[in-house]
């Protein structure tokens, strides 16, 4: 048994390379990431190819490994070329995610240490991070000191943990279901009705509240809807607000939503996921005014704090009733209880195994401060601003309603042949030419251009390409 041990021992310290071979692999990744970020303002922001990154199938897993250097050569043929690059600048589609440098390292220690930040217990430094991270963004939101939160991988996990707090808050049984409203516009983002569906709420009525004519909920359409339906024998439950929305960008009214939820006893739940952190901005911070009274909020710092992807945060009003939700007892965790100082992030979330994803965002605030971040958000939203300036002095452009945050929306009116049509093959002629990269939506029956500033490396030349590629495309 012992010559057993041994032998397999053997073959498994191949998992804990020595210094020098450490050295050479992470001198191997990165050359290659410096090589990337050296020519990124080079680099296509979309890569039309044929192969569409097929042969990584030609290097299947096997028993053996193969070499770093062929490892990145496969990663950069077959990766990094064909398709969307979203660390460009001239990424100004979908809502660009972000990737600053700093994240990369805070990832790389968490990954190296591999410190578990599920528990206080397990590793109460990296749980103390994580917790002051987010009673910074509640103190950025105008939250009481009882609010809490939890870092999630992204918007749709925050958004469901909003929604299931707020059920077990409301104590809803399964019998309530078919009588529950749940309000929002057709704006919302289609995470919000995936996760209505995820925590049981599917049988619910889904109630579209009218927008007005810059695509924010109606305020007297929704007390309408809701005191209509109390007289119906209905149970009001939430109003999903936006604070940006995807197609638009635009922010509701928050503070009348407040009103009403407060006098109507609803959960007021904000899905700021794109736009929340543009409360830092002075051009924009008025529009939030109300957001302070919701009783959840989901933001994304991999948007509006330019982090790498999976990096969302929920916020609720009282901690307590995320805890009430989603902290659940082991016999195998009972070690874990004692001498508790801050509460766990796996008492907050669905999560129990989790990464230390806080690192990825207070190593960067620590190394940069908060002032950059606030420049950058106020420069997408001017950038946006003259955007919609210029591109109406550009012969067959029309635009939407003036934006409220870094998205608007815009279109080619052709003087002939059917507009939709052209507007969808213009997207794919901007795709193929691959300098920026924009996506298209369609609203009330109309195909319109997006644009969508927030990557971090998005300037003013980014913009004056993005013109001069439209109006190249579009000469008679």
Not at 235 to 258: C, K
Not at 275 to 284: M, Q, R, T, Y
Request: proline share 4%.
């Amino acid at each position: 048994m012992l010559e057993k041990i041994k032998a397999l021992e053997k073959i498994a310290l191949k998992l804990e390379p020595a210094s020098l071979e450490r050295k050479t692999i992470r001198e191997a990744v990165v050359n290659y990431s410096e090589g990337f970020l050296d020519n990124i303002e080079t680099l296509k922001a979309y890569q039309t190819t044929t192969d569409k990154g097929k042969q990584i199938l030609d290097a299947p897993i096997q028993d053996q490994g193969i070499d770093i250097n062929q490892i990145l050569d496969l990663i950069g043929h077959n990766v990094d070329r064909p398709g969307l690059n979203p660390a460009s600048g001239g990424h100004l589609a979908y809502i660009p995610g972000g990737g600053i440098y700093p994240s990369s390292l805070g990832d790389f220690l968490a990954d190296v240490t591999n410190r578990y930040a599920g528990v206080f217990y397990a590793s109460p430094g990296a749980v103390r991070i994580e917790n002051l991270l987010l009673r910074w963004m509640c103190d950025l939101f105008g939250f009481p000191p009882e609010a809490g939160g939890n870092l999630t991988s992204g918007g749709s996990i925050a958004n469901l943990t909003a929604i299931v707090t707020a059920r077990d808050f409301k104590q809803l049984k399964s019998r309530d279901f078919e009588k529950v409203v749940i309000y929002s516009t057709a704006q919302v983002h289609h995470c919000t009705l995936k996760a209505i569906k995820i925590s049981g709420l599917y049988e619910a009525i889904q109630r579209n509240i009218p927008m007005d004519e810059h695509f924010r909920m109606d305020a007297e359409a929704l007390k309408k809807a809701i005191l209509e339906d109390k007289k119906n024998g209905l149970i009001p439950f939430m109003v999903m607000a936006s604070a940006g929305t995807t197609d638009t960008g635009a922010i509701d009214p928050l503070e009348a939503i407040a009103d009403l939820c407060t006098s109507e006893d609803l959960w007021f739940h904000v899905d700021g996921a794109y736009g929340g952190f543009f409360v830092l901005s002075d051009e924009v911070k008025a529009q939030f005014k109300g957001i302070e009274r919701a009783d959840s909020i989901v933001i994304d710092p991999h948007k509006g704090l330019f982090l790498p992807y999976g990096s969302g945060a929920l916020l609720v009003r009282n901690v307590k009733w995320l805890y009430n939700s989603q902290h659940m007892e082991a016999n195998y965790l009972q070690d874990a209880f004692d001498d508790i100082e801050e509460i766990s992030p796996a008492d907050l979330s669905p999560e129990l195994t989790k990464p230390f994803r806080g690192l990825r965002l207070w190593l960067p605030l620590q190394l940069f401060g908060v002032a950059p971040f606030r420049a950058a958000l106020s420069e997408k939203i001017w950038l946006c601003r003259y955007f919609y300036e210029e591109i109406q002095k550009i012969e067959g452009f029309e635009v939407g309603t003036y934006p409220d945050l870094s998205v608007m929306t815009y279109r080619y009116i052709p003087k002939s042949g059917n507009v939709n049509a052209y507007n969808l093959d213009l997207t794919n002629r901007v795709k193929e030419e691959g300098s920026v990269f924009i996506s298209s939506t369609t609203i009330n029956g109309l195909v319109y251009l997006r644009l969508a500033v927030l990557s971090f490396r998005t300037h003013l030349q980014t913009i004056h390409r993005l013109l001069e590629v439209l109006k190249t495309l579009t000469k008679a």
